[in-house]
């Protein structure tokens, strides 16, 4: 499949003003895949004057024919599954089983169920006073900004633009500069199916360069950014400004709780399913394994035993089940942390390092690793993002909930128990956006997607998501109401 690596603006696919170019590497062998144009701030700037102009249009589209656009893109998406999902798999390292059946199917229902939306989102009217009609109307933001990082790149273009787009909103999108090629070839689909030029601008670059720009945009309203706190933090400087609406997806360290009355080889499956899937990279990661102490020892047998037969491998060969990691500099961040629980008094149960095997030597892998720590311990504290568990025990439902909650971040965590009321008090207790019971790390596009505290505001997702992409307006109208004179004279 040839790739497009030029920024994508006005519905045309353009060189850099400055003519910067970054080197795109494949992480299974180190290999430069691609060198795209990158976008700096003037690049930012041709961008979001587009989507302005573009923007009386398409919000005044009929709200139908909006979602008929995005309902062709699902289709499109579906119909380019394989050429996608090898595209993925080559750039970020998923293994190219769950690329094809997670990262290309959720991408193209995200893109269908927001083309259904688009004309379900209703205002409403207020049963005021007599003598006057008061209604809401919703309408959209205007251009929105949004950034995403390189975890799930694919699978982001629908999360972010699919809800922006069907309420009316035009959009600059920055992928990360890790991993733009899949969102590169979203556009050349989004041209293909017929959506107007400048609704949506593709502008791949650094984050302090084309991501800054857009998060300090005077013409951007809405700046809606996936990716670590720290960087949320300097986002939600940047876009004092202007005053723009602010959403943010940020990290986690999500508590997997194993209760004793769990259903153990459930709960062994799942667990490493939550933590392992997309070689940890996921800000919902189950990456803290909570067990409670009379199941810790069955437990932990099994999840090392599982751990240590996961295949690791070549993304594209179908019997891999994981890749690598998405860049050296992230290998190696993980591996560090390894050292960190050393120097705190943990213990490193299994991996930990890079495996031995030669045919994987010039790749950035690292073997799934599970360490025994301390709730207070920095593995235990710190979002790693990686293929990297802790595991601590508890003693009963108190100390297990305040483990649980004993982090900065808030974004997902999960339950085992056999126990109804015990499932849905524990789940009641978890202060965080999303919660699992017996199962970990469900997504839906209906489902509100998104993190209190440490881990963000505002929801992806679902009716939620409209709402985040759109403006309240009350209108009121004077029907037969005598005013009163308000200056007598
Ligand atoms: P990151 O914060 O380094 O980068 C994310 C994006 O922001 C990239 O596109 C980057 O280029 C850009 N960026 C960097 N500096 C910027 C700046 N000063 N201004 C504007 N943009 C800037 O994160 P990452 O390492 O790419 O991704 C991993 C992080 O993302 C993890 O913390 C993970 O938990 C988080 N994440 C959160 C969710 C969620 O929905 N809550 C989903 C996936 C990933």
Redesign the pocket.
């Known amino acids: 499949m040839t790739v497009e690596t030029r920024l994508f603006i006005g519905g045309e696919f353009v060189d850099a003003a400055a003519g910067g170019r970054i080197a795109v590497v494949n992480p299974h062998d180190g290999s430069e895949l691609a060198s795209i144009a990158e976008a700096r701030a003037e690049d930012v700037d041709r961008a979001v004057e587009a989507a302005a102009a573009a923007f009386p249009g398409w919000s005044a589209t009929p709200a139908m024919e909006r979602g008929r656009l995005l309902l062709k893109l699902a289709d499109a998406i579906e119909a380019d599954t394989d050429g996608l999902a090898r595209l993925e798999s080559t750039d970020t390292g998923h293994p190219l089983r769950d690329s094809r059946a997670l990262d290309v199917p959720r991408t193209a229902v995200t893109f269908r169920y927001f083309g259904g939306m688009a004309d379900k989102v209703q205002g409403s009217v207020v049963p005021v006073e007599k003598g006057f009609l008061n209604y809401v109307m919703r309408e959209p933001v205007g251009v929105v900004g949004q950034?995403?990082?390189?975890?799930?790149p694919l699978m982001f273009t629908s999360w972010k633009m699919g809800p922006a787009l069907a309420a009316g909103n035009t959009v600059v999108l920055?992928?990360?500069?890790l991993t733009p090629l899949s969102t590169l070839r979203v556009a050349e689909l989004m041209r293909k199916v017929g959506f107007p030029p400048g609704v949506v601008n593709i502008v791949p670059g650094?984050?302090?360069k084309a991501?800054?720009r857009?998060?300090e945009h005077p013409g951007i309203h809405k700046v809606a950014?996936?990716?670590?706190?720290?960087?949320?933090r300097?986002?939600v400087r940047?876009s004092a400004g202007n005053l723009k609406r602010v959403q943010l997806?940020?990290?986690?360290k999500g508590a997997n709780i194993v209760f004793d009355d769990a259903n153990i080889p459930a709960a062994v499956g799942g667990s490493a399913f939550a933590i392992f899937h997309n070689q940890g990279q996921?800000?919902i990661a189950g990456s803290r394994l909570l067990l409670h102490d009379k199941i810790a020892d069955e437990f932990l047998d099994r999840f090392l035993k599982l751990t240590r037969s996961i295949k690791l491998g070549d993304p594209l060969d179908a019997a891999t089940e994981m890749g690598p990691l998405t860049s050296a500099m992230h290998r190696d961040r993980v591996v560090a942390f390894c050292k960190v629980a050393r120097d705190e008094g943990g213990e490193v149960l299994t991996g930990g390092r890079p495996p031995e095997r030669g045919d994987l030597a010039r790749g950035f892998y690292v073997e799934p690793t599970v360490v025994r720590a301390k709730p207070a311990d920095r593995v235990s504290q710190e979002?790693v993002?990686g293929p990297f568990v802790t595991v601590t025990t508890f003693r009963d439902e108190d100390e297990a909930v305040a483990l649980a909650n004993g982090t900065v971040y808030g974004?997902g965590g999960g339950l085992w128990t056999e126990n109804l009321a015990r499932a849905h008090r524990v789940a009641r207790a978890f202060v965080s956006g999303m919660v699992w019971i017996n199962s970990y790390k469900r997504v839906n596009p209906g489902s509100p997607?998104?993190?209190v505290r440490g881990?963000?505001y505002g929801r992806?997702m679902g009716f939620e998501a409209m709402h985040d992409y759109t403006e309240a307006k009350s209108v009121w109208v004077n029907v037969d109401a005598k005013l009163p004179p308000f200056y007598p004279r």
């Not at 950034?147 to 799930?152: D, E, Q, S, T």
């Not at 997806?249 to 986690?252: A, P, R, S």
Request: aromatic share 14%.
């Open positions: 950034i995403v990082p390189w975890n799930f920055k992928p990360s500069e650094y984050g302090d991501g800054q857009i998060a950014f996936t990716g670590s706190t720290a960087t949320g300097k986002v940047a997806e940020l990290g986690g996921a800000c979002e993002f974004l997607f998104g993190g881990s963000g992806e």
